[in-house]
């Protein structure tokens, strides 16, 4: 599964990663629909999550990890 951080959103990166790519494709806010999610959440929300693929362009915040 490839979960997109909502930053992508706007970019229309969903369309074509669904072209090449077989398995899920999805935005952080689906899961956890009908919430504001914050930064810190998405680590948790990744965790219970199967097998997720975390894809932003927020390296400040994620990529340290």
Do not use: K
Request: proline residues 5%; aromatic residues 8%.
């Amino acid at each position: 599964m490839i979960v997109l951080d909502e930053q992508l959103l706007s970019y229309g990166l969903r369309q074509h990663v669904l072209q090449w790519y077989r398995g899920t494709v999805i935005d952080i806010t689906q899961l956890r629909p009908g919430t504001v999610i914050r930064d810190e959440a998405i680590p948790l929300l990744l965790r219970a999550a199967r097998r997720p693929t975390f894809v932003t362009i927020n390296v400040a915040i994620f990529g340290s990890g």
